[in-house]
């Protein structure tokens, strides 16, 4: 036999329209849930004691001056703490402040006779309670506090709320007062240090200014002034600076001269230097020598007027040198005088220098001791002043460190508990449960769900989609609304064929109940209604059940003819169904592995190919008993009918792979007992065309099929497998 052919899965992409399905089929435990927990949120609620609340505002400041409070850093000048709210919140529902407030408002008493039958409380249990029942929260980008006291009384919780927030005021104050009160102390213990500490200092200066004989106008001075003023220094500064650039300029200027040769030299020296001589010689020089060079044009070399001005030119330039080198000597001796008295100047100003830093050594420790002095005293000014403004401050009230904004007041209704939205959380949370519950169990439920689970699970093709509560179609007849679903089954197995010899067909499944005998019964009579010579056999040799749908006897059948008793045409019968027969099981033997495997079963389905176009096997589980898969070896096609939600997948897998492992042809599988209400995406497998043919009235039906008939019909075609013409199926 030809091995089936294998379909590459298709790729699982989760659909709204699949959460809606989820949500459709398991409506039932997500309504459940859904009233139950609705319901005791609703009674919850009404059940709850009613509790009212009120709320006190107050404003809060940090704190900036740690040691004695202080008024000249204000609070807006102070850093940014992010910690400060918290804090407060802490300190707020501290020992500090709660016991003060369980004091003034008599809690261990008024609370023990309330809600302990007159026994008197210890105040850690009353500020426990009381803790319990404030709430603290901040104000968004304020610097303001809300405390938010519950109680079943409306006057109590406001008291409470008010309590709390003067308890707290007054620790601030009380903190505030004593920190000033302690760094009083401080300041004036060290005021008093300081006054005997400039007292010794005043007397050591004395003694200084005479050891080292410091006159009244020095000692008055902040430090020895010199011998040279400062703006004597300053000139003497900016006049060696000056003559330092002369005499850098000058030096540069003769080294320059000096690297010229003879020539460039004459050219050069007249712009550097005003000579009169010097310009007159080469002014001689310059007519000399355009005189000889006109003479030398009307004259030979040896002329005597040409020898006369030659004369006169050697002894100009004689003296042109001359001249030059007495203007460079005059300019050497120059720039040497400049450094001269740039030297002299500069040793002078650093001789003042030396004997002004030894002088000023010798009297530095009185300028020291001085200076020290002065620093002392204005320290000392400086605490006086704190401590006279400590004085001050602590006399003038801190209320503004925290401040009641808004005082609380008893609430007209009460705010827990919030009966709206208790039971609205309660009707979303039962919503979210139910929801989370079906998911949940849709997660675990691994049974087959959708024809995408099946051919992605076993590569396989979905033959057919059968609706749930399909009748018989032997007593319902041919044009039973449910007949559809089968036809549909009855083509595509047909398509599936890839030889028209192969008629033997065997319907297993993988456990009980999934619907396969009626799936054999139904498709059968579909071949009938066809025109096909159909049989079916009963080869459920442990449970059989045809012969009781097909209301005969089972006295006769398969067993009877494995075992010789009986021919086939003893054992077929006939039913109510033109060209539909029915083999029952017959009587049940031991061992019907041994008669389904045997030679006579081979012979007797040979023979029935011969009779009948189709043979349908109504076969047991295929995972219950071997017979099944014995069975599956022995036909042409074999055909798995899966129920829907009803076995777990790895199941109804095995029984796929034990048809392939005895070499059966697996042709596809038949989704059986699909509930269209719930899963819409199976509606138009069968749904839409009861819904559209079903639903119109006996006279339309009528009407159309006679003007179908007057029309060439191209959606019929032939089956000659018999040998005849006979018409088989419409085209889908």
Known sequence: MDSPTNFAPPEAKLHFLDYWRIIRIRKAIIITVFLITAIIATAVTFILPESYASTCRIKVENDVNDNAGGTSITASMAPYDPYFIQTTFEIMQSSLVLSNVVSTLNLNVEWGKKYFNGETLKTTETMEILKGRMSLAPVRNTKLISITVYSDDANEAAVLANAIAEAYKNHRLDTRRQTTMKGLDVFENQYLDESNQIQAAQQQIENLRTQLGITVDQADAA????????????????????DGNIYKEKAVELQQLKSYDKNRLRDVLPNVVNDGALSGLLDKLHESEQKIATLKIDYPSDNLNVTRVQTLIDTLNAQIDDRVAGILSTLESEVASKKAALDALTQSVEDAKKNDMIESAKN??????KRNLDQMRTLHNLLYSKIEAEKLDAQIPKSQMVQVV????????????NKTVNIVLGLVFGLIMGLGLAFFIEYLDTSVKTIDDVERTFQAPVLGVIPQN??????????????????????????????ETLNTIAVVSAGAGEGKSTTTINLATVFAQAGNRVLIVDSDLRRPTLHKLFKVANNLGLTNYLLNQNTIAEIVQTTQVPNLDFMASGKLPNSSMAILGSVHMKQMIAELKQRYDFILFDSPPILGVSDASILASEVDLVMQVIQYRRYPQPMTIRAKQMIEKVSGNFVGIVLNNINMSQDEGYYYYSGYYQDYYYSRNPEEQAAEAKATASQPDDTQFIDKSDGGDTEIKQKY
Do not use: C, W
Not at 407 to 417: I, L, N, R, S
């Open 223 to 242: 430090g020895y002034t010199g011998s040279l003023t400062t703006e004597q220094l300053q000139a003497l500064h900016s006049r060696m600076i000056e």
């Open 364 to 369: 530095q420790p009185y300028y020291d001791a």
């Open 406 to 417: 808004d005082h609380a007041e008893p609430g007209k209704d009460p705010v827990k508990p």
């Open 470 to 499: 399909i009748g018989y179609l032997v007593d319902e007849g041919s044009e039973s609304k449910h007949a559809e679903a089968y036809r549909v089954l009855h083509t595509n197995l047909l398509f599936t064929r890839k030889d």
